[in-house]
């Protein structure tokens, strides 16, 4: 585990969502980070499906970034992102 610094703002934001929503601050921006991660995997993607998808994939045993990365032929380490980048 590791530290995420954000801004003052941010963490109001999460406060308050995580509140409304029953999840601790810490919970609240994993929820929106897994949100973002699957928004910029699949942008044909509208929130509904992305929360079927996370759905589904708790079902199976939790999200597994890596595995999903490599379905969708998203770069999972820094020396093929690298390579990617250059090609682009």
């Known amino acids: 585990m590791g ?6 703002a941010m963490h109001d934001n999460l406060r308050v969502a ?9 919970a609240q921006a994993e ?15 509208n929130h ?4 079927k998808l996370l759905i ?10 890596q595995k999903l990365c490599i379905e969708t032929g998203f770069p999972t380490d820094a020396k093929t992102q690298s ?3 250059a090609s682009v």
């Open 18 to 26: 995580g509140g409304a929503l029953s999840r601790s601050i810490n």
């Open 3 to 8: 530290i995420v610094k954000i801004s003052d």
């Open 48 to 51: 509904h499906d992305i929360c």
């Open 56 to 65: 589904r994939a708790e079902q199976a045993g939790g999200l597994d970034v």
């Open 31 to 45: 929820h929106w980070m897994r949100i973002g991660l699957l928004a910029e995997l699949h942008p044909d993607l």
């Open 83 to 85: 390579a990617t980048r």
